[in-house]
């Protein structure tokens, strides 16, 4: 018995430890009722928004936080799944879950090809090459005419036969499903064998080889994972904002899923949503409280994110999550309890 | 059979050599035993048994074929399974996650198959600490975790590297009876190790390194009848 549980090797956590990433998730699914009752229909949009970044930062945190890799171009991934949805209606397909599956096989192969070349570097090699990567993509899309270029090109909701996603609610679900089937396939995904493997490549590749496991493959199957899951978030969020240009796969874009990675916390499965709550929300409010104490810099509410995030990061050890862990005294996973390296 | 076979070899780092034709063999369900001083190229040896070093001559064979176009990972999982000097556990994971993740399954040898269970049979002390991480564990419980996660891996032939290095003398001789456990148990072993006693009644066949050449090979008794052996190429 025990060798069959071995060689199934569900090793990590259940669902317990995941607790705040559940609670979280099934937030997302009451708050439509919450903001129909107090009559916020406009927050409806921004928990989509919410929903989408953060299901593309649980992406980027499988190779990030668990497996160490500092990808610097995942929004490119989001880019590519964005396009899918516009390319693919220039040419007269409609169908949502056409469009979903080109984005999947698009996103895995170009992760597939990135991963291979980029995977052989590390450090500060890798982040240089996936930010190169992404920005060839970026100048590719704005040099493609055909496509909008510059200026994009405005798209129709993707059709799911009985989804009529130009009812917001029923857009708002199928955004919330996709997060939670992504949710989950990450819960398993990281209690395996693989993503421990993936966790101790982080801590020592090398050993990993004397194991009789080669590092490069668990690590271009994390990537190409994570690739996916950002088309995914992509090629919904074309539908959500009905446009597509090559913005949404700017450079900064890989950038602000990284602070949402962080600021949430590293190597968990709740950090990189309740980072993206956190991040969106603030972005949303700060404007609007420092309008009404400081009118005149309300534009520049980054003065108190910036200091607020150095915060995070310099006293809130594992973001977020580590915060929580530490105020309900529940432990966190072992990267937490390791301590900073 | 013949688990492993160095012949002749040659390997160092760059421009500085380091072995000058190895040979040693260890046979099946044997337990065979490296020594010598520190800097003599014990666990050079080892990275090159691993596929870590590239030979610049001579040639290894593992578990009877000697292909050597292999990458390391291919070498460990055809059957070795290294405890590395230093012990070198995951830090990041738990104790739990240290083991299961490296089961693999045993590829028709004698004796019973390792796994979660019978490890923890072994090291009670891991079954108290399954829960915490790598690198809340005390020297010694970090050098059964070394052990145990190298035999999830059911190897064919286990390597260790200073196993007992560092270590409190009671928790030293714990590791020892579990040695001679697996000894028993028909494991094939590779010891590397300083402790001329303990290696004597433990292994059947002894191979003395200094200055990267075998200068003395034979069996136990024949290394305790020997006098000189120990102050010319073991002491410090």
């Given amino acids: 018995m025990s060798a069959i549980r071995d060689f199934i090797g569900l090793v990590g956590d259940g669902v317990k430890a995941n607790q705040t990433l559940w609670l979280l998730v099934f937030g997302f699914a009451l708050f439509p009722i919450f903001s129909y009752f107090a009559d916020l229909p406009f927050w409806n949009d921004v928990a989509m928004r919410i929903m989408l970044l953060g299901m593309a930062a649980m992406g980027l945190n499988l190779v990030l936080g668990y497996g160490g890799m500092v990808s610097f171009g995942h929004a490119a991934f989001i880019g590519i799944g964005a396009y899918c949805v516009g390319i693919s209606q220039f040419y007269g397909i409609s169908n949502g879950w056409a469009h979903l599956g080109f984005s999947i096989v698009t996103c895995g192969l170009a992760g597939l090809v990135i991963g291979y070349l980029a995977l052989r570097t590390s450090g500060i090699y890798f982040i240089m090459i996936t930010l190169a990567f992404a920005q060839m993509l970026f100048f590719l899309f704005v040099s493609l005419e055909a496509y909008g270029g510059d200026d994009g090109m405005s798209v129709d909701r993707g059709e799911f036969g009985f989804i009529d996603l130009y009812d917001p609610l029923r857009l708002y679900f199928l955004i919330w499903c996709a997060l939670a089937l992504v949710s989950l396939a990450l819960m398993f995904i990281v209690r395996s064998r693989f993503g421990?493997?993936?966790?101790?490549?982080k801590s020592n590749e090398s050993r990993i080889e004397a194991m009789g496991l080669s590092p490069l493959r668990f690590k271009m199957v994390g990537y190409v994972i994570s690739a996916?899951?950002?088309?995914i978030a992509g090629t919904l969020f074309a539908s959500w904002q009905e446009y597509v240009s090559p913005d949404i796969m700017h450079w900064t874009r890989s950038g602000e899923l990284m602070i949402i990675i962080i600021l949430g916390g590293l190597a968990t499965l709740a950090g990189p949503l309740l980072g993206a709550i956190v991040f969106l929300l603030l972005e949303e409010s700060l404007p609007m409280l420092l309008g009404a104490v400081a009118p005149a810099y309300a534009e520049n509410w980054m003065i108190i994110f910036g200091p607020l995030l150095i915060m995070v990061v310099l006293f809130g050890r594992g973001g977020?999550?580590?915060?929580?862990?530490r105020l309900s005294g529940t432990r966190g996973n072992a990267d937490h309890k390791a301590g900073p390296r | 059979m013949t688990m492993l076979d160095l012949h002749n070899i040659e390997t160092g780092y760059g421009a500085g050599k380091v072995l000058f034709g190895v040979s040693l063999s260890v046979t099946a369900g044997a337990c065979v035993s490296l020594m010598g001083r520190n800097g003599m190229g014990?666990?050079?040896?080892?990275?090159?048994?691993?596929?870590?070093?590239?030979?610049?001559s001579g040639r290894i064979s593992r578990f009877g074929d000697d292909q050597d176009d292999r990458s390391s990972f291919e070498i460990a999982r055809a059957g070795i399974g290294l405890v590395p000097e230093g012990r070198q556990i995951f830090s990041n994971l738990t104790v739990r996650e240290n083991l299961q993740t490296f089961y693999r399954m045993p590829a028709g040898q004698t004796g019973a198959a390792w796994h979660l269970d019978r490890v923890l049979a072994l090291f009670p002390r891991l079954s108290e600490r399954?829960?915490?991480?790598g690198n809340h564990l005390s020297g010694g419980e970090q050098q059964m975790l070394a052990i145990g996660r190298a035999l999830m891996t059911n190897p064919k032939l286990l390597i260790l590297d200073e196993a007992t290095q560092g270590l409190a003398p009671i928790i030293?001789?714990?590791i020892w009876d579990c040695l001679n456990q697996l000894k028993q148990d028909g494991q094939s072993i590779l010891i590397i190790d300083k402790n001329v006693d303990a290696i004597a009644?433990?292994?059947d066949h002894i191979y003395i390194l200094d200055k990267g050449r075998v200068v003395w090979h034979g069996d136990s008794d024949a290394l305790l009848a020997t006098p000189d052996l120990k102050s010319r190429y073991l002491g410090v």
């Fill in chain 2, 172 to 174: 030293r001789q714990q």
């Fill in chain 1, 196 to 201: 421990v493997t993936l966790r101790a490549i």
């Fill in chain 1, 228 to 231: 996916v899951i950002c088309g």
């Fill in chain 2, 130 to 133: 399954l829960e915490h991480a």
């Fill in chain 1, 320 to 325: 977020l999550t580590g915060i929580i862990d």
């Fill in chain 2, 42 to 56: 014990k666990t050079t040896t080892v990275r090159a048994i691993m596929g870590q070093l590239p030979l610049t």
């Fill in chain 2, 201 to 203: 009644k433990l292994a």
